[in-house]
């Protein structure tokens, strides 16, 4: 099983491009997150959807958008990177919500905006 | 607000060695706890659970209690591997989809 694929790998963008980050699914999973990972910060979620078809704020929204297309697939965009945007993003997903069920996460997406 | 505080890394060990990371947490109301674990070059992955005071969770000789006297749920283990190396992250679940995580704590064991 795949599980949680997202992609790209690695991305650099220049202050002011856009981009899409794509994250699809397969274990029919309701609920899917976006987090951004930091240095010395943990996980910060940017965006999740419980279920299909909605989409709500986390901690750091600010300079993003989401997109929950169908069930399998819940993907981010940058719309006019900033340097403070550099960061490893993680795509996840649970059957159910995540104080319940086990958060299972993509291999990241390592992007760096200059 | 919630937050979570793990011991700063990296912890470094030899082979066979007991483990201890500590995590403490604030919360207003009655969390979930969570220990995750992060490979190198891979997204984290749930090592164990808990979900109300004097709970153990319990994986892969990993064990940590939810205390609610101290506020803990310390990582432990009896004897590390090498391939224990990895970032292991503590989490709260107060609220059904915002989990609040700490910064992650790098152990590194030495064969």
């Known amino acids: 099983n795949a599980g949680v694929t997202q992609t790209p790998k690695f991305q650099v963008l220049k202050t002011g491009q856009s981009m899409t980050l794509q994250c699809a699914q397969d274990?029919?999973?309701?609920?899917m997150y976006w987090y951004r990972q930091d240095p010395g910060m943990g996980l910060r979620l940017i965006y999740y959807?419980?279920?299909?078809?909605?989409?709500d704020k986390g901690e750091v929204p600010n300079g993003y958008n989401v997109s929950r297309l169908n069930k399998r697939e819940f993907s981010l965009r940058l719309e006019s990177a900033a340097p403070s945007q550099t960061s490893v993003y993680f795509c996840?997903?649970?059957?159910?919500?995540?104080?319940?069920?086990?958060?299972?996460f993509g291999n990241g997406t390592r992007l760096t905006v200059t | 607000g919630d937050s979570v505080t793990q011991m700063e890394g990296p912890v470094t060990l030899s082979e066979e060695a007991f483990l201890t990371i500590n995590c403490t947490y604030t919360a207003t109301g009655y969390p979930s706890l969570f220990w995750y674990v992060q490979y190198p070059g891979e997204g984290l992955q749930l090592l164990l659970k808990a979900t109300k005071a004097d709970d153990k969770g319990s994986n892969k000789g990993f064990e940590a209690t939810y205390r609610k006297e101290t506020t803990s749920f310390h990582l432990e283990k009896g004897s590390v591997q090498v391939s224990d190396s990895a970032v292991y992250f503590c989490a709260l679940g107060d609220s059904n989809y915002q989990l609040i995580w700490g910064a992650g704590t790098k152990l590194i064991i030495k064969p």
């Open positions: 996840a997903s649970s059957e159910n919500p995540g104080r319940v069920s086990p958060l299972h």
């Open positions: 959807s419980a279920s299909e078809g909605t989409t």
């Open positions: 274990m029919n999973h309701n609920s």
